[in-house]
């Protein structure tokens, strides 16, 4: 008996459907599910011990309290100056990877970028932390060397928090940009500068274009690694780090108010998703184009 | 420099015992030459001949190791490529996929500072030169390959280089579009009046285009002459077997008659050849016969009195239009020998293994001493 | 619904590092660490065959543990006493002891009579006690001179102190501004307004902590290294600190240190309460306590403990506690909903600059 088209077609359906399906479930189960969880979670609130009831209450203390105003929108502000810094570190680090070096040297500057990842986020962070704080080895150093007067205290400021976060973002930024760069052919470059083109113009008009979807792919990732980030900026900020996601666990852990919890939560994933919009609304750039490349 | 008033003819470009040197190998060797102005020039040669090197040094890529090269009367040492006169069409022509047709050709002038307005309308200008006219909002990526072609040419002369460098522009092309360009851009080298320093590995591309060209061999030119001079009158046994189709005999010398000398090879068949310099008995040689130059007969009587008459077996038919060809074996020798047909048609009814006599004027076969290692 | 529980009690395993097998010869605890000394546990092993598993923890984390999980994932637990009665009305996470097989004469009735007021429920107990101690301040007397929890706000010791972010701090900085917050723990509005008011005390405050420290050991390095000059600190660590280097000391502060006792619980999804009922006396019987006592720093609820106890904590006690227990004040049980008025408060001191 000879298969019929139609029945061909059904069949590679149904394989399709049965490769497809552990994914799906998994979808479904881990990402969907726990959010509609969460989502019912934020609009309730506790009215007695053991009673709950639909509310909107949960919102309103986040817009009704300024200190987690405060909190989110600096999360997201120092978000942002830290994607913009990983940018600015890791363009000219994926430019040497993939333009100035090639074959071992090339190989061994990405295993460099990527020599961080080989510890635990915990173990990398706390490495920060005897290396910054007041009787660790840089202020020491810098005592030593008659810069400071006494040792200073590196750890718990804004821009300790930025280093730590920069540091463990590196990575995500330089892959999708050396991809790019890789994919950007030579001669345009060589033309580019023979038709009069100096460094400035060739980086602006040939070599920034052609890498937009791998930096904005980059910065995506980056932005959202770095909302999402709970380790770095608790250890590294202490106690002024103020980062949203300490307030999430505080609300789940700490606080046993996971009504509270979920909708910072869904505060978060909305300001990470509405700050991806914006960022490929500005760069142009289509979300399939940017995940690809990255 | 002293300030010598220019000549009318004085060179664009000159080359001066230009040296460049790799690692492993000397890539230009002590090169020397001067393009006249608004002369088409190419460097022809094999790949790894140093003529990609050679260009790179005159666009600027690459230093000299030692040597000069004077473009317009003015030494490039120390000038970056975008503070050169030249522009550079490249191989994959390298046109900006983030640009439009018009920025393209725009780019160098918005380099040089010209208003938005100004570079615009000499972008259109320019493409109208090319037969583009109206394609300045086009992606890259709408237009053909000669449209390509013509968009890349535009971009440079638009800033009308004193020189304008070709790195195998059409490589990349079909086989019947490169006819087409090869047209194309002889008329728009004739229209523009620019210097061209083209290089190609095809001789072809070399002989339709160019007033001169040059043979480029091992870092040195062979010979720099018209494609007539190249053509018909090798200096080198490199320019004979590399220009044009060529039947090539390698022989030992065994009579010698003012500049014709007697010739046999391995196997034993005798030819006669002139040679470019006088040769002693017993000397090695390698002698070119052009495919054109010997004559079919099948009655020997026919070739012309006063010349060797050989004997061949047909081995195969090279049926190519206008050029086609036989190859046949000389009798006793089994040296392969090709013959272009006549167009007349006259010898279209040959067969294969079928016996037929052929002659040549010694006076067209050229011969060299062997091409030992030394050169 | 119970898929997100599901996940959470799937995320709760995978953060204890719990088994999964419910193997009758294996006890699970949720505790905090030096709790379960590796040697208890072995000649519990020697002398029952149950095999004891352990997950480091403190009270909120046990707390949201079993609340994710409505109490499964472990056979035993060891919160405060004060965090008991609570979270039971609101979550249900534990069940009932069963003192008839627990033999209760091996514990200090006191003790006993301390949980049976903070932590039953209609009449049902809920807790036993374990370990108890008081939290008061730890002072390097070379570099210091404090005697009350307000000291650590002066000015010279800018950048030199420390306290956890925790409820326990708002208690002490309330008491040494001379009220007695747990009087208020019935009246809202009244405990809403002394919060408040050590909110901003201790907002004025905050430059002089170097950090919020989360875990023991951040408290522990800060003070060896001089960083830290005096700090909220239960008695145990600062003992521990102070026989590393003299200088160290536990004092009992002038507004009176707070006590503090961690306890038994069952959690209501246990699955092997014979093994939690057999670790339980086999905890409390003396020569055990003694080594747990020991290993803690901390004084053991069991009676007969405190004869076998090491002579240098007991001289350790009485320099810090010179008038023994008469200025010390125990927790009482936190009645549910004062947390979130005291969360908003450590969450503006944590904001504050």
Sequence with gaps: MVDTPAGGAWKGRLMLGLMLAPAVLWLFALIVLPHVDLALLSFRERLAPRQYGASLAQYRTFFGEPLYWHVFVRTAVMSAIATALTLLFAFPVAWTIAKLTRGRTSALLFVVCLIPFWVSETVRTLGWMILLRESGVLPQLLAHLGVTDVPVELLYHDATILVGLVYTSLLFMVVPLVNSFESLDNSLIEAAYDLGGNAGSILREIVIPHATPGITAGCIVVFMLTLGNYLTPNLLGGKNSQWFTEQIYTQFITRFNWEQGAAFGFLLLALSTAMVWVGLKASGQRFGDVMRRA | MSAAAPEAAAPDLEVRSVVKRFTDHVAVDALSFSVRRGSFFSILGPSGCGKTTLLRMIAGFIQPDDGDIVIGGRSMSGVAPNRRPVNMVFQQLALFPMMSVGENVAFGLARRGVARAERLRRAEAMLERVSLSGAGHKRVDELSGGQRQRVAIARSLVLEPTLLLLDEPLGALDLKLREHMKIELKQLQAAFGTTFVYITHDQSEALVLSDHVAVMNRGRFEQVGTPQELYYAPATAFVAGFVGANNRIAGTVTAVDGPIAELVTGDGWSIRARCSRPLATGAAVEAFVRPEVAMLARVAGELPAGQTVHVGIVESLLFDGANSAVLLRERQSRFEFRIALPQTGRFADLKVAEQIFFSFDPERAVCFAAAGDHG | ?353
Aim: glycine share 8%; aromatic share 10%.
């Design chain 3, 1 to 353: 619904m119970k898929i997100g529980r599901l996940l959470l009690l799937m995320l709760g395993l995978t953060l204890g590092g719990a088994s999964q097998a419910d193997d009758a010869k294996k006890l699970r605890i949720i505790t905090w660490s030096d709790y379960v000394p590796a040697e208890v546990a072995a000649q519990f092993k020697a002398e029952t065959g149950i095999q004891v598993e352990l997950t480091l923890s403190n009270n909120e984390e046990m707390i949201s543990k079993l609340r994710a999980t409505g109490g499964a994932g472990f056979d035993l637990a060891q919160p405060s006493q004060d965090r008991i009665a609570g979270a039971q009305q609101e979550f249900r996470i534990y069940k009932p002891i069963d003192l008839g097989k627990v033999k209760l004469e091996q514990f200090v009735p006191e003790l006993i009579d301390i949980v049976k007021k903070n932590a039953s429920i209609d009449g049902k107990l809920y807790a036993l006690p374990y370990v108890w101690g008081a939290e008061g301040l730890v002072v390097n007397s070379k570099k210091a001179k404090i005697a009350d929890y307000g000291d650590l706000c002066k000015p010279e010791f800018k950048g030199k102190t420390a306290v956890r972010l925790k409820r326990p701090t708002l208690m002490a900085f309330a008491l040494a501004s001379g009220k007695d917050p747990f009087a208020l723990y019935g009246d809202i509005k009244g405990y809403t307004a002394l919060m408040e008011e050590v909110g901003r005390t201790l907002s004025t405050c905050k430059a002089n902590f170097r950090f919020f420290y989360d875990n023991k050991d951040q408290l522990l390095n800060g003070v060896r290294s001089g960083e830290i000059v005096a700090a909220m600190m239960w008695d145990s660590g600062a003992w521990r600190l102070n026989r590393e280097n003299p200088d160290i000391r536990f004092i009992n502060p002038k507004s009176g240190a707070i006590a503090w006792m961690d306890t038994y619980v069952l959690p209501a999804r246990g699955k092997n309460d014979a093994a939690a009922y057999a670790w339980i006396n086999f905890t409390m019987r003396p020569d055990i306590a003694a080594k747990i006592a020991k290993a803690v720093g901390n004084f053991s609820a069991s009676k007969g403990a405190e004869q076998l106890m090491e002579p240098r904590l007991k001289e350790q006690f009485k320099e810090s506690f010179p008038d023994g227990f008469r200025n010390v004040k125990w927790y009482p049980a936190i009645p549910a909903g004062l947390e979130e008025i005291e969360g908003r408060i450590l969450d503006r001191i944590k904001a504050a600059n």
